[in-house]
């Protein structure tokens, strides 16, 4: 059941991302998020789960050989760090977080990309950045995970990762040649925000690897924070002489559950909700400040994303409480008196953002050298739509 909700996250995604940007780029902007559903599947198949729960390599990565093309994973297989589930569901499982990572960052560079270059990135990004850090952080042996940082469902692997890279794309693109205009559908928005709200409770609670008390918890912590975040993001709009609006709705619910992602797991509801308002707070800062720069992330994907991804790991350090899950052998969080845990998460917040940034230029630059990046002015002008798909609404 998680597999499949997690796996709605990325049409609600599509939906999500084609209701903001112009009614001439509304196809291809949702084709992006639909593509990663081919293209990162059979990848996945192939190495990529391998690449990310393979024998470890010192920390880092995981052996490419140890589940080429699913080997190994019939029968009653498990994977150690989820007994309670076949090793093959397990891996279909996190194959879902491995499609909406590349996909999220599609609302950086949203309608100035070409669709064939593009292809080119999401499987560098998904071989070099996702499946390292999935690595490092969820396997056993990973790097990140033997230092006790604490990421109960993708606040670094996911959403860090993705708004780092989109960062980096909305500066490598640079800035539309014309960027203001009306968003297309503003009911696609509100469509996407119920069915990304409603995944998130796969990718949540469906972290704990069971029908128990700790998916639970996740599931409560997840609703209430997205809650927080939504109400939080009207009232400081309103507080700055803005109308509430259904956009700022759903980005500040999107922004809660983006916030409450690490921490799900690990927290109580009070302090899921106190995670859904600073982060709506902080994001809501963020995109206002980046709305003030020559910086072009057309749907605000690092303010949302990137700032809210770490808003919630530094805020796992704060409130983590180790009644909530006995899994954390780290330590209790700031609120509670002890430094140890937020400094890990502080930790992993820097080494996460400059790998994911740094490795994102890279990339782009690696893309742009096979395949050029961006579109003509002319097929821009056009509506990639037409430019790149020869379709329209």
């Known amino acids: 059941m998680s597999t499949a909700l997690v796996l709605i996250m990325t049409p609600g995604l599509a939906f999500f991302y084609g209701g903001m940007v112009n009614k001439k780029n509304v196809i291809s902007t949702m084709l992006q998020s639909i593509v990663c559903m081919v293209i990162i599947t059979v990848l996945w198949g192939i190495f990529g789960f391998s690449l990310a729960f393979g024998e470890s390599f010192h920390g880092f990565i995981g052996n490419p050989a140890t589940y080429f093309m699913m080997k190994g994973m019939l029968g009653n297989a498990t994977w150690k760090a989820a007994p309670t589930i076949p090793l093959l569901l397990f891996a279909m499982y996190q194959l879902k977080f491995a499609i909406i990572t590349p996909a999220l960052i599609t609302g950086a560079f949203a309608e100035r990309i070409r669709f064939n270059s593009y292809i080119i990135f999401l499987v560098l990004f998904s071989i070099f950045i996702f499946s390292p850090l999935a690595h490092c952080t969820w396997h056993p042996d990973g790097i990140l995970a033997k230092l006790g940082v604490l990421d109960f469902a993708g606040g670094t692997v996911v959403h860090m990762s993705a708004g780092w890279a989109a960062l980096a794309s909305a500066l490598y693109l640079k800035r539309r040649n014309e960027a203001n205009h009306s968003p297309a559908r503003i009911t696609y928005v509100m469509i996407g925000t119920g069915l990304l709200w409603f995944g998130w409770f796969g990718f949540n609670a469906g972290s704990a690897f069971g029908a128990n008390a700790l998916a639970v918890t996740a599931l409560a912590t997840s609703t209430t924070a997205s809650a927080a975040g939504g109400i939080t993001w009207i009232f400081f709009d309103m507080l700055r002489g803005r109308k509430p609006s259904a956009m700022g709705t759903c980005i500040g619910a999107v922004v809660g559950l983006v916030a409450i992602t690490p921490a799900a797991g690990f927290v ?29 992330d057309t ?14 790991m530094l805020l796992t350090g704060v409130f983590a409480n180790q009644h909530v899950n006995a899994g954390n052998t780290t330590g ?5 008196g002890e430094t140890h845990l937020f400094l890990v998460q502080l930790l992993a917040m820097v080494g996460v953002s400059v790998f994911a940034f740094f490795g994102s230029l890279l990339l782009l630059k690696i893309t742009d050298m096979i395949s050029p990046l961006r579109v003509s002015a002319e097929d821009e002008e056009l509506g990639l739509d037409i430019s790149q798909h020869g379709e329209k609404l």
């Open 268 to 296: 109580t509801v009070p302090h899921s909700l106190a995670i859904g308002i600073i982060s709506a707070v902080v994001s809501n800062l963020v995109v206002e400040w980046r709305t003030r720069t020559t910086i072009d």
């Open 299 to 312: 749907l605000d994907v690092f303010p949302c994303h990137g700032v809210g991804g770490m808003v919630g």
């Open 332 to 336: 209790n969080g700031l609120f509670f």
